[in-house]
């Protein structure tokens, strides 16, 4: 890559010609300029994603980095039960390396393919050198309807509490990569979809956005540090407690891939982090709706549990098996405590 403005450039070739009646301005100028509308609010999102803490370049394809940079943004859009709109994307590139023209053709490649995917328009951003890594800052803006964000803050005592997708795949990818395994897009089967969860998630999108736009959730986040985490985090903001159910919750197939222990498999489903899957909470009477909206859009929704009032000072998950209500005690990712 010879310069900065080439890379600068060849970016803003890859949206030159775009067309949005929201967008009045976007690359090209000091700031990107968007019209406003009554009715409706703007979500902001932003994820950054530094190499060797987030990402390892040595199994990592750069089209499947460029994808991962942008859906972990959109989930947290989903999450919110958002539209995705506009994109800006930050990038600190290491004076050591990663000065190729292909490896950027292919990190790119995958980043505007998603992008496309969802309608999402990149209107900017900045690129600086770093150190001795990469680092990528990804910002994400949607919208919602004006009051109809799905904040963590509002589950209720006696909503259900339902997840999308199986979960614990994510874990498993890490494991076995750090174990050697690599990628193989030719191959499928157990093992690649393991690795592909870990490397290149699928945000829920469409799903997220049509709850928010139907008002079926009550609260809601995406599983990004955990399941049992993520939703420890909806009770804290919302003052209530949780009950999961052992036997309903769905763990990954691929769990068979480290372990034939049910409980080891349920105890990687419960701390894997990137899962991206979306955790929600909803009035029982909401329950039909959720799952003809999870057909219809082709995702596995499961109920596995319900809020309950809260019992004492600190917000609490509880797991209930074989008839016993007991303190779930696992933990998720923290990006301190696990460096």
């Not at 498993?172 to 290149?200: D, F, P, S, T, W």
Request: charged share 25%; with cysteine.
């Amino acid at each position: 890559m010879k310069s900065e403005f080439e890379l600068i450039n060849r970016i803003r070739d890859q949206v030159a010609g775009r067309i949005d009646l929201d967008l009045v301005l976007g690359i090209g100028d000091d700031a990107a300029i968007l019209r406003e509308q009554t009715g409706r609010e703007t979500l902001v999102t932003v994820d950054f994603l530094v190499e060797e803490i987030d990402f390892k370049l040595e199994y990592t394809p750069p089209r499947w980095l460029g994808h991962k940079v942008l859906a972990v943004s959109l989930s947290d859009i989903a999450a919110m039960g958002g539209r995705p709109r506009y994109s800006l994307l930050t990038l600190g590139i290491s004076k050591t390396g990663l000065n190729s023209d292909k490896f950027w053709e292919e990190v790119f490649e995958g980043y505007f393919a998603l992008a496309g995917k969802y309608g999402l328009i990149l209107i900017g951003g900045d690129i600086s050198s770093t150190p001795d890594r990469l680092a990528i800052d990804s910002i994400v803006i949607g919208h919602c309807r004006q009051g109809g964000a799905i904040r963590r803050s509002r589950a209720i005592a006696g909503d259900e509490i339902f997840v999308t997708g199986r979960i614990g795949a994510s874990a498993i990818g890490l494991k076995m990569l750090e174990m050697g395994a690599r990628v193989n897009e030719k191959e499928a089967g157990l093992l690649q979809n393991a690795l592909r969860a870990h490397l290149r998630p699928e945000p829920r999108v469409i799903f997220g956005s049509l709850i928010g736009e139907l008002d079926l959730a009550h609260a809601m986040i995406d599983v990004s540090d955990g399941l049992a985490q993520d939703l420890g985090r909806i009770c804290e903001e919302s003052g209530v407690d949780a009950i999961i159910d052992r036997h309903l919750v769905p763990v990954a197939d691929e769990s068979i891939l480290v372990t034939d222990d049910p409980e080891r498999a349920f105890s990687f489903a419960m701390s894997s982090g990137e899962e991206f899957e979306l955790l929600l909470t909803a009035s029982r009477k909401s329950e039909g709706k959720l799952m003809k909206l999870a057909e219809d859009c082709h995702v596995l929704l499961t109920r596995i549990g319900e809020i309950t009032k809260k019992s004492n000072d600190s917000a609490t998950v509880m797991l209930r098996q074989d008839g016993q209500v007991k303190p779930m005690l696992f933990s998720g990712y923290d990006h301190f405590i696990n460096l």
